[in-house]
């Protein structure tokens, strides 16, 4: 007496209100949003032919120095810099400790910070110990999520095996 589906195309209209203004953007297509963040504490994802539950996840910040160095960051090294401009909408649910970065904030903070990340390009400046150095966030990253598996789908012609795969998706296979 019920039926089945699986959803196929979902198209969404949606008004925007621009953070820290009264100003809104109406008929906005949900597919020309992007997300702050890939993926959250507490979304479902599906992998493989699995459906599971982030219950614990690690982040790493890309930033880009005024010199246009690039390097990346651990979001646990990244809380220790401060937000050039702080505004009052970047509390609450959305900016908690865990997602306090997004593309285009502006950090500063002291040099023994940048001590141990990784560099990605251009010049890496000198690390004095009275310097203070400002950047931009171009990218929030997932390193490794982890997840409670909850049911296995059915997969036509699927040859998996009905144990659930590792708890631990690593950075490699975040896009699958």
Not at 21 to 28: I, K, M, P
Not at 104 to 117: A, D, E, T
Request: a neutral charge.
């Amino acid at each position: 007496d019920s039926q089945c589906g699986t959803v196929v195309d979902v198209n969404i209209e949606c008004m925007v209100k621009l953070v820290g203004t009264n100003c809104f953007l109406h008929s906005v297509n949900s597919r020309d949003l992007k997300h702050i963040w890939p993926i959250m504490y507490g979304d479902y994802i599906a992998y493989n032919c699995w459906l599971g539950k982030v219950f614990d996840l690690k982040n790493q910040v890309i930033l880009k120095l005024s010199n246009g160095a690039r390097c990346s960051m651990s979001t646990e090294d990244a809380s220790k810099l401060y937000d050039v401009c702080p505004h009052a909408s970047d509390t609450g649910v959305f900016f908690d400790d865990s997602y306090g970065f997004y593309p285009g904030q502006v950090l500063i903070g002291p040099s023994k910070v940048f001590s141990s990340v990784q560099w990605l390009s251009g010049v890496k400046p000198v690390l004095s110990a009275k310097s203070k150095f400002r950047v931009s966030v171009e990218e929030v990253q997932v390193t490794e999520v982890r997840v409670r598996w909850i049911t296995k789908s059915f997969c036509l012609g699927c040859t998996e095996s009905m144990d659930p795969p590792s708890s631990v998706i690593t950075q490699e296979n975040v896009h699958k």
